[in-house]
């Protein structure tokens, strides 16, 4: 049990299917992060929030929207994504921004048809 | 920005022997470095980090060392066992010392590691 948990564990989806990720942090964090874990590169950071406050976008297309209603909860919702969105999203959090670890989820699975 | 390099891509050893990844960094002010081991399934897992005040840090068969001149940083696990097989991140971070800046975490590649009994 890491303290972060994400939902769905695995995801199937159509190009023009609407779903959302969801990820929640028990551990009393401010700051939660979502990446992209692709086969054979490295994590790729997308967001960045930190008091539920948007930080970072890391020039990710407008088809990944963020959402953090709280310090405890992190959605994603995806809409008309490309098979190349393939991939496994994971969700961290830490406390604080700078030079404090990271602790992550065990992510998602998610495959575009 | 900064770049992480980490090598080897694949290590395989026996039992009981030792394992050394190593990483690179180019940015100088990078100054937080964490280590991640990912199992099948999971998401990665903090084993070890080590700030730039310090050269070394221990932790039971875990061990990091870091040289800050030559801006490289090394995992060592010694008396591997096969529940050490994983994907091993390393990464780096500039923390800045008021707070203000993002300390954004840049990952390496990663260390296919297999031990065998």
């Known amino acids: 049990e890491t303290g972060v948990t994400q939902t769905p564990r695995h995801l199937v989806m159509g190009m023009t299917n609407k779903k959302s990720l969801k990820c929640e942090q028990h551990?009393?964090?401010?700051?939660m992060y979502w990446y992209k874990q692709s086969a054979k590169k490295p994590l790729e950071l997308m967001f960045v929030?930190?008091?539920?406050?948007?930080?970072e976008n890391n020039s990710v297309p407008s088809r990944f929207s963020p959402e953090c209603p709280n310090s405890s909860h992190l959605f994603l919702h995806l809409h008309t994504l490309q098979p190349e969105d393939s991939a496994l999203y994971l969700c961290?959090?830490?406390?604080?921004?700078?030079?404090?670890?990271?602790?992550f989820g065990d992510g998602t699975r998610l495959s575009i048809l | 920005g900064e770049n992480v390099e980490q090598h080897p891509s694949t290590l395989s050893v026996q039992e009981g022997d030792s394992a050394v990844i190593k990483c690179t960094y180019s940015d100088s002010a990078s100054n937080y470095f964490p280590w991640y081991k990912q199992e099948l399934g999971k998401g990665p897992q903090l084993i070890i980090d080590i700030r730039s005040n310090v050269g070394e840090k221990k932790d039971q068969r875990i061990a990091v060392t870091l040289n800050k001149t030559a801006k490289h940083f090394s995992l060592h696990i010694t008396e591997t066992q096969p529940e050490d097989s994983a994907v091993y991140f390393c990464?780096?971070?500039?923390?800045?010392?008021?707070?203000?800046?993002?300390?954004?975490?840049?990952f390496g590649q990663g260390t296919i590691l297999t031990v065998h009994p």
């Open positions: 990464a780096a971070s500039r923390a800045n010392a008021g707070g203000t800046s993002y300390g954004k975490l840049t």
């Open positions: 961290a959090s830490s406390q604080g921004l700078t030079g404090q670890p990271q602790h």
């Open positions: 551990l009393g964090h401010n700051a």
């Open positions: 929030y930190n008091f539920k406050e948007q930080t």
